[in-house]
């Protein structure tokens, strides 16, 4: 427990430092068990990771990972589409800091490819799966799937069928894109019934003859 309470004012201590170090820049702290999340502007992010990274107070020079989560539907929504969180490391202050900030559907945020190399492919890893333009980034580029697939996958409002269909040509040797075709008939479902009970029916008149 105590070791819990340390902890945590250590996490207290780094945010207040935070906000004193780059006032105006930090819209909000939230300490979570394992790490500190600060929540910025997009257009102020690179300048405030380049700070992180280069200041002997804090340290981060890894960026361990960049999450980015689709709001549509929840509450965050109003905040932006997108919600983008880069995963800060500090192997001097042992510790991790989130960097949290919001972008619109279809928008643009600045790279960070200038600041962490590991940036290159975990935004094109982005602009690959969630539309979001990386702006100056050395190779934005298609990272998972085919050059000339259609859409973003990990979007909510993107079908889960996809829109074309891959398959392998046995005798024309080659790959065939086709549009989906869902083969299944429309089905009326009675969803008071009780699962089993046509089952049961069929039992009991085989039963009877």
């Known amino acids: 427990m105590n070791e819990y309470k340390n902890d945590l004012k250590v996490k207290v201590d780094l945010g207040e430092s ?21 929540q910025v502007e997009k ?10 990274k280069e200041s002997s107070k804090y340290q981060c ?7 980015c989560v689709d709001c549509l539907n929840i509450e965050e ?7 983008m969180i880069y995963v800060l490391n500090s ?12 972008v619109e559907n279809n928008g643009i945020i ?23 333009y990386f702006e100056k980034h050395p190779d934005l580029r298609r990272i998972l799937t085919d050059y000339g ?17 891959v398959y ?4 024309d040797k080659k790959i065939i894109y086709k549009p989906i075709e869902l083969m299944q008939e429309y089905r009326n479902y009675n969803f008071g019934a009780v699962w089993g009970d046509y089952e049961r029916k069929v039992y009991l008149e085989n039963m009877i003859k």
């Open 18 to 38: 935070l906000r004193l170090s780059i006032p105006g820049l930090v819209k909000k702290v939230m300490y979570k068990t394992q790490y500190l999340e600060i």
């Open 61 to 67: 020079k890894m960026l361990l990972d960049i999450v």
């Open 43 to 52: 257009e102020k992010l690179v300048s405030i990771l380049r700070f992180l």
């Open 91 to 102: 192997i001097y202050n042992n510790t991790r800091i989130h960097v949290s900030t919001y």
């Open 149 to 165: 697939f259609v859409g973003y996958p990990l979007k909510k409002d993107f079908p889960i069928t996809g829109y074309l269909e």
């Open 110 to 132: 600045e790279t960070a490819s200038g600041l962490y190399e590991s940036s290159v492919w975990l935004e094109r890893e982005i602009w690959d799966m969630f539309g979001i």
């Open 168 to 171: 392998y040509d046995v005798a």
């Open 77 to 83: 929504v109003k905040l932006g589409r997108f919600k």
